[in-house]
């Protein structure tokens, strides 16, 4: 996910703009900062870029989903079902308003499957969170419906979906609200922030006070706000904004540059017959910032992997099945309901049930997924040799497997 690959004069101008005026909170001093507001340009770069009427930027991406929850009323007691595979953050931010994350399968999507989010809902259920994992969507139009028939909200975490699509519109403009990560791995980065975005106007009234102590913002004397409720403090820094205003500019280079890699590796790895594809709801809308394949078993898939760090290839391929960040089966801290701040008896119970259930269809995707980062700055003749060394790989340990079951 490699904004951070386009590194250059553009980021270092918008940079100085800041650095010259010497203002690098976003709010206030109007006159000082002589008409440089990063983060309001940016804001208004989002709308446009992504589609959506409203963007409210905050400090990173788990401090937009926070915000996000805050906003849409989530809170203490509501279930939000969400999938066993995404990052830590996503659950972090659940529980961070007093929510319960209601940990359910995904397919080979690799995204929330839309069957086990129906045996999901409870009265208590409130709120849908696909998480649009490496690059790629859910099946939103399931999850719609679902969300209509249930009257609950839609909240995308597209933190890792900068730039894909689904059916024409935006990953992260279709929900209720969506957000975004701008953190250093991502497709485009501040460094460190992250965005919500929204259509409702409530929404988004919501965001801009929670983000920032719940100052309403409507007058030009910070002191003079009025606070309708409370907030915290999740600002974004000018300095951050002035990042992301350079990196949004690079954003359709980078996604063409991702597809085009991706298509050749692609079409490289596809030669094996066992290699299959990761599920994409919509094709077109894929932004390509990952290439996830399948192999026919855990164990080849195991072995493949444990080849290919032998042979010294294994950098840039996520096995996130062992992976401590992005799966469930790696989350002891969350089974077993470690939190500094107590959590209530009934709220940590609920927490531990949900994160200590079967995942065994989960376990079935992943542990034959392998997802491959396509990089920017991949020549076609270094694709290639990476798709064959990759593919020799598979192929030395298919035809060992043939051997043994022989
Ligand atoms: C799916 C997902 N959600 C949320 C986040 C949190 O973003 P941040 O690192 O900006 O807090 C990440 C970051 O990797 C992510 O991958």
């Known amino acids: 996910m490699p904004g951070y690959e386009l ?13 010259d005026n010497g203002i690098l909170m976003r709010y206030g001093f109007d006159g000082p900062r002589k008409g440089i507001w990063k983060s309001k340009e940016l804001e208004n770069e989002i709308c446009q870029t992504f589609g959506c009427k409203y963007a409210q930027l905050v400090s990173s991406g788990t401090a937009a989903l926070t915000t996000a929850m ?12 969400m999938p066993a ?6 659950f972090e931010a659940v529980l961070s308003v007093g929510a319960i994350p209601v940990l359910v399968d995904v397919d080979d999507t690799l995204t929330l499957s839309p069957a086990s989010v129906r045996a999901a809902i409870t009265p208590k259920s409130k709120c849908i969170m696909p998480v649009h994992m490496c690059g790629s969507m859910a099946d939103l139009d399931a999850l719609k419906q679902i969300c209509k028939e249930h009257n609950l909200i839609l909240l995308e975490d597209a933190c890792q979906s900068i730039g894909a699509s689904y059916k024409g519109k935006q990953l992260g403009t279709i929900g209720d609200a969506g957000t975004f990560s701008f953190d250093f791995v991502k497709t485009m980065t501040c460094g460190e922030g992250g965005v919500v975005m929204t259509n409702r106007e409530d929404v988004f009234v919501n ?3 929670y983000s920032d102590h719940g100052h309403d913002h409507k007058g030009v004397d910070r002191g003079a706000d009025l606070h309708p409720f409370i907030g915290y403090n999740f600002r ?21 540059i991702q597809k085009k890699n991706h298509t050749q590796l692609k079409s490289i790895l596809a030669e094996v017959p066992e290699i299959s594809f990761r599920r994409i709801p919509d094709p077109q809308g894929d932004s390509c910032t990952f290439l996830s394949w399948f192999l026919p078993t855990e164990a080849i898939t195991r072995a493949v992997v444990a080849e290919m760090k032998a042979q010294n290839i294994l950098a840039g391929n996520f096995y996130w099945y062992d992976n401590n960040w992005h799966y469930i089966r790696k989350w002891d801290h969350l089974k077993n309901g470690i939190t500094l701040n107590a959590l209530s008896t009934e709220h940590k119970a609920a927490v531990m049930h949900h994160a200590n259930k079967d995942f065994s269809v989960s376990d079935a ?6 997802s491959t980062a396509i990089g920017l700055l991949w020549t076609s003749e270094q694709i290639s040799e990476k798709g064959e060394k990759i593919i020799a790989v598979i192929k030395k340990i298919l035809k060992q497997n043939t051997v043994a079951n022989a």
Do not use: M, N, P
């Not at 989530?74 to 079902?81: F, L, S």
């Not at 595979?85 to 996503?90: E, H, Q, R």
């Open 365 to 370: 995707v992943l542990g034959r997924c392998i």
């Open 85 to 90: 595979f995404t990052f830590v953050a996503s």
């Open 236 to 256: 974004i820094s000018e300095l951050h904004a002035a990042v992301g205003l350079a990196q949004i500019r690079r954003l359709k280079k980078i996604l063409e």
């Open 207 to 209: 965001s801009d006070g």
């Open 70 to 81: 805050g906003a849409l009323g989530i809170g203490y007691g509501d279930e939000i079902i």
């Open 7 to 19: 590194w250059g004069a553009e980021e270092r101008k918008e940079l100085q703009d800041v650095l």
